[in-house]
């Protein structure tokens, strides 16, 4: 019943910028955490970013924070993340995710999040 679907992945040079879309419906509460994480072969996947769907409340982990921004259209059922100053280590997977576990909490524990889009591919060259 939820659906997920990533864009705006590509290939971009170090210090420049890329802007993924997430579009999220389905769910059966409306203000949710949608969730950004990325994970590189051989490695866990790890957090980014997540945002309360409705509220708009956001939390980056550390590694993102001051170049990264997300953000939600509710109107487009759409959580953008903005990516500033990429770095080669930033190079990913990049996936969304959604937990609908209510009341609405923060965070970015990968056994919070119960759906999961396909992922887009992020390439930042140096």
């Known amino acids: 019943e939820v659906h997920i679907v990533e864009s705006g992945g590509g290939l971009v040079q170090a210090g420049g910028s890329l802007r993924l879309s997430c579009r999220a419906s389905?769910?059966?509460?409306?203000?949710?955490?949608i969730g950004w994480f990325r994970q590189v072969p051989g490695k866990e996947r790890e957090g980014v970013s997540c945002i309360t769907r409705v509220r708009g409340i956001t939390y980056y982990a550390d590694s993102v924070k001051g170049r990264f921004t997300i953000s939600s259209d509710v109107a487009k059922d759409t959580v953008y993340l903005q990516m500033n100053s990429l770095k080669p280590e930033d190079t990913a997977v990049y996936y969304c995710a959604v937990d609908q576990r209510q009341p609405v909490r923060l965070g970015l524990a990968r056994s919070w999040y119960d759906y999961w889009g396909q992922g887009t591919q992020v390439t930042v060259s140096s």
């Open positions: 389905g769910f059966t509460f409306d203000d949710v955490l």
